[in-house]
């Protein structure tokens, strides 16, 4: 299965979810797992690169070229972080994709974004079979008195017809910035911890 995460804003933690979730499947789903690095910056892949020099295991490559993109095998899981950066590549991934992961932050700017993004998707598959899109808040709000995340998630939830949103969120926790720093997933860094449970449950929604 060939999964993009991705959105048009910047800082919505695409390449951190993309890790966590990348090592979860591998690690949780015992499959072969090929990654993708599309984005110009190339964070996910320095997060790997840490991973490999402190011989982590599994240790995971990113490819940084779509040429190759479907070309893996049907038991090979394919997750793919892309940025707006390089439009090409996003959208040679978004034809080829069979879902797309929308990590979405909790302000009305993500919700616009996601819209456009949303646009993107259907303009740029016009013709071919439309990936099934997901969304899931990432960096929600932890203090219960703030309502932005529950506010952008309904608002999100009338544009069901293009999204299906998600249940698990993933919070605003120094443990995500934590792991992609030392080039560990968050349930390697403390599987008990709120953050490995976050992955978890999205994890075991998503595969």
């Not at 951190?16 to 797992?33: K, P, Q």
Request: charged share 30%; with cysteine.
């Amino acid at each position: 299965m060939i999964t993009v995460i991705g959105n048009l804003k910047g800082g919505t933690g695409k390449s951190t979810a993309a890790f966590n979730i990348s090592l979860w499947v591998a690690t949780h789903r015992n499959v072969h797992v090929v990654v993708y690095d599309l984005d110009p910056q190339a964070t996910l892949t320095d997060a790997f690169e840490i991973r490999t020099e402190d011989g982590y295991s599994p240790a995971i490559t990113p490819e940084n070229s779509v040429k190759e993109l479907g070309k893996e095998g049907k038991h090979s899981e394919i997750i793919i972080d892309i940025g707006m950066s390089d439009m090409l590549a996003m959208k040679e991934a978004l034809k080829k994709a069979d879902r797309v992961i929308v990590p979405i932050g909790p302000s009305q700017a993500d919700v616009w974004s996601t819209q456009r993004f949303l646009k993107l998707i259907d303009d740029t598959c016009e013709g071919k079979k439309k990936p099934k899109v997901f969304g899931f808040m990432n960096r929600a709000d932890t203090h219960r008195a703030v309502r932005e995340t529950d506010e952008a998630f309904d608002a999100l939830l009338t544009l069901s017809d293009q999204i299906e949103m998600l249940e698990p969120r993933l919070y605003q926790r120094t443990a995500y910035r934590r792991s992609f720093s030392e080039g560990m997933a968050v349930f390697e860094l403390d599987r008990k911890s709120k953050a490995s449970l976050e992955i978890e449950k999205l994890g075991e929604v998503l595969y």
